[in-house]
């Protein structure tokens, strides 16, 4: 057929002995490897923690970790079993080697925070799967040249295999397991499908002299590796669907906000939340109170809708709005409105208090916050409440003023801190200003 002269893998094919000399050649762990092995651990441990993707990348590009995969895979689609005994002891003993030296790195580093970078390697799916799938492919077909190009880096790049080991690091020296488990789950799917990608592009690229025994048992190796692959697989398939559906729900619920909560000049939805494990959607706005009859209009279409359906809505309600009544009736001394007025502020009293007492908090919160963090220049915050005639602070909504750029540990540990501090949730807005200085 025409169309297969494009995709033929024999075309510009590096001869047999240039390929076994690149493969078995690439799963080296002593001198020079050895060193860059230690080296990309502490590279890929240093970015983790400093939440650096630039640096992590980095870590990619020199980890020798692909090289023993790879072997394993020529080890297996060649019958050369030696060598994939030889790879298999090798990648062993780089697991050990980076999983140890990252928990080392980690259990004495001042920064113990959990960032992006480092939660991103702990929850897999099946997208990681198929990442490796085709990485490896790239990765062997580009081994198999000639001439070898810039496909590696790339490979190394998108088939992360040092991140998700000194992840496991972190897990183990931080004593959660859920870390360890799961980065190491990424790290072993990622190397099994790139050994599998290899294996089935060599079993057909690389020359062997026809034995109907030994195609027997590559054909016995091939099925053996895909039910193992498909098992591999299971795990994250689920966590795939999983994350597929909180998408569409997060996605969904943006949308019924913008379209039927969210009213221009009168309404306007400044948070909210899904709690997955109650069913509930906890929505933060401020402007004109949702009357009952928009509540029940409000319900009977969040029920019409196929991935909110299980939910309940539930608003919170900004006491900020409230605070300005109660200013303006303190204000105006009318006759006429006096009683009204009075009636209002028997209603708001105890919100008012709330409000006062968080106003105090606010300005031991913001002493404090200024000096132990650095970057911080003001704060301010006020509660959030559910229920008027028993007001209780459910959240705290708390502006961060600064005049640099917050890091997402920084973050994570103000929000800490607030939290502890407030003993309730909190939402953060962070707004950076310009430095007078």
């Not at 062997?140 to 496991?168: F, H, S």
């Not at 943006?254 to 009213?263: L, P, R, S, V």
């Not at 949702?290 to 809708?305: G, N």
């Not at 502006?399 to 309730?424: C, F, P, Q």
Request: charged share 20%.
């Amino acid at each position: 057929m025409e169309i297969n002269k494009y995709f033929n893998l024999q075309f510009e094919r590096a001869d047999d002995a240039t390929i076994a000399k690149r493969l078995i050649g690439g799963a080296k762990i002593k001198g020079p490897a050895l060193v860059t092995l230690i080296l990309s651990i502490f590279i890929a441990s240093i970015g983790l923690n400093m939440n650096s993707t630039a640096v992590v990348i980095g870590a990619m590009l020199i980890s020798p970790l692909m090289g023993p995969i790879l072997a394993i895979g020529f080890g297996f689609a060649t019958l050369n079993f030696t060598v994939a005994k030889s790879g298999i002891l090798r990648l062993s003993v780089q697991i050990m080697i980076a999983v140890l030296a990252s928990a080392l790195y980690f259990y004495i580093s001042p920064v113990q925070t959990a960032t992006s970078e480092l939660l991103a390697r702990t929850e897999p799916n099946i997208f990681d799967v198929f990442i490796a799938i085709f990485g490896g492919l790239a990765g062997i077909i580009g081994q198999t040249r000639k001439t070898l190009d810039n496909v590696i880096p790339g490979v190394a790049i998108a088939t992360a295999l040092m991140p998700p080991l000194c992840t496991a690091g972190y897990g183990l020296a931080s004593g959660n397991w859920t870390y360890f488990f799961g980065a190491s789950y990424l790290f072993f799917i990622n190397a099994f499908f790139i050994f599998f990608a290899a294996f089935i592009v060599l079993k057909g690229v690389y020359s062997l002299p026809f034995h109907e025994q030994a195609e027997e048992r590559i054909r016995r190796n091939q099925l053996i590796f895909l039910v193992i692959g498909l098992i591999m697989a299971i795990p994250s398939i689920y966590a795939g669907y999983d994350m597929t559906i909180k998408y569409s729900e997060s996605n969904h619920l943006e949308q019924f906000i913008k379209n039927d909560i969210n009213q221009d000049g009168r309404r306007q939805v400044i948070d909210y939340s899904l709690d997955r494990k109650n069913k509930l959607v906890d929505i933060v706005a401020i402007g004109a109170p949702v009357t009952s009859e928009e509540r029940a209009q409000l319900d009977d279409k969040l029920q019409k809708d196929d991935y909110l359906q299980p939910y309940t809505l539930r608003f919170v309600t900004s006491v900020d709005e409230k605070k300005s009544t109660m200013d303006k009736v303190n204000s105006n001394k009318s006759s006429e409105n006096l009683e009204k007025y009075k009636n209002l502020s028997n209603l708001y009293q105890p919100t008012y208090e709330l409000v006062s007492e968080t106003i105090n908090t606010m300005k031991t919160t913001d002493a404090e916050a200024k000096a132990l963090f650095p970057f911080v220049s003001k704060v301010e915050g006020m509660p959030l409440i559910d229920n008027l005639e028993e007001p209780k602070a459910s959240r705290y909504m708390v502006i961060i003023h600064t005049t640099s750029t917050i890091s997402d540990a920084d973050l994570e540990r103000i929000k800490a801190w607030l939290e502890a501090k407030l003993s309730a949730p909190v939402t953060i807005s962070v707004e950076q200003t310009k430095s007078t200085l």
